[in-house]
């Protein structure tokens, strides 16, 4: 099946699947100037006044109400990474085709949530091997976004490749489940196997272990020091740890 320039495929699947583009309808335009995501990690705004990184961190942190950056910085980092792995997914079980996801195609809306927040400007198709799927991804985004991060706010390494993970099994599952409902055997299969080989990349192979479409990952993304926080389903914590007292500044 070939890529259509709407991607409208995704559209069923709903929320983080759906990826807009420039034939997308018109009462859903997006709002300009957006940065690419190619500036948003190289940290060079269109307009100077704005970084859109900081921005969605200042975001998650007022909503989350937490006082820690590195916090609001890795809660805001693996919703971003659920969204470019579940558009990917989505696109390679669906179509069997992946859109090129250059950073430098993908518009970014820092204040708007899925499936308004990232517009694909062209829609180039590539295979949906899984080296072009990590190459996509992990190289082509979680790598450049995590560097940013650590250099910013001081978030692990490790905790970020298991938000990685984190956020692939998830949208593995979802996909998985969507595929099972409607009774798309393809897809799920296609999903499944897709999924398993990703995790045998080396950015991810030590990050948790994936069991059919349970993760069960080795680090914590800190959800837990959120104000009435808990552990996520596929922590390593089976109860939040006593917080330590280091400072809250990130």
Do not use: K
């Not at 196997?193 to 045998?200: E, I, N, Q």
Request: charged letters at 20%; one cysteine or more; a positive charge.
């Amino acid at each position: 099946m070939d890529l259509d320039a709407g991607l409208a495929a995704l559209r069923p699947l709903g929320g983080f699947f759906v990826l807009r583009t420039a034939v997308s309808p018109v009462d859903v335009a997006p709002p300009g100037p957006l940065p690419t995501l190619a500036q948003t990690y190289a940290g060079t705004p269109p307009d100077a006044r704005r970084d859109a990184l900081t921005a969605r961190i200042e975001t998650v942190a007022r909503r989350l109400g937490s006082h820690e950056q590195r916090v609001s910085a890795s809660i805001a980092h693996q919703g971003l990474a659920a969204r470019l792995w579940s558009a990917a997914l989505g696109c390679a079980a669906l179509y069997g085709r992946l859109p090129d996801l250059d950073p430098a195609l993908l518009l970014w809306d820092c204040d708007a949530t899925a499936p308004d927040d990232l517009w694909l400007t062209e829609v180039r198709p590539l295979p949906a091997d899984p080296g072009t799927v990590a190459d996509t991804v992990l190289h082509g985004h979680l790598a450049p976004l995590g560097a940013t991060l650590r250099a910013r706010y001081g978030v692990a390494t490790g905790l970020l490749w298991g938000n990685a993970g984190s956020a692939l099994a998830g949208a593995a599952r979802e996909l998985d489940r969507w595929a099972r409902a409607h009774g798309r055997d393809d897809v799920s299969e296609r999903c499944r196997t897709l999924t398993s080989a990703l995790f045998t990349h080396p950015l991810l192979s030590a990050t948790g272990t994936l069991t059919g479409t349970a993760f069960l990952r080795r680090s914590c993304c800190l959800y837990y020091r959120v104000p009435g926080g808990g552990v996520c389903g596929d922590c390593c914590f089976p109860r939040p740890p006593r917080p330590s007292p280091r400072a809250t500044s990130g």
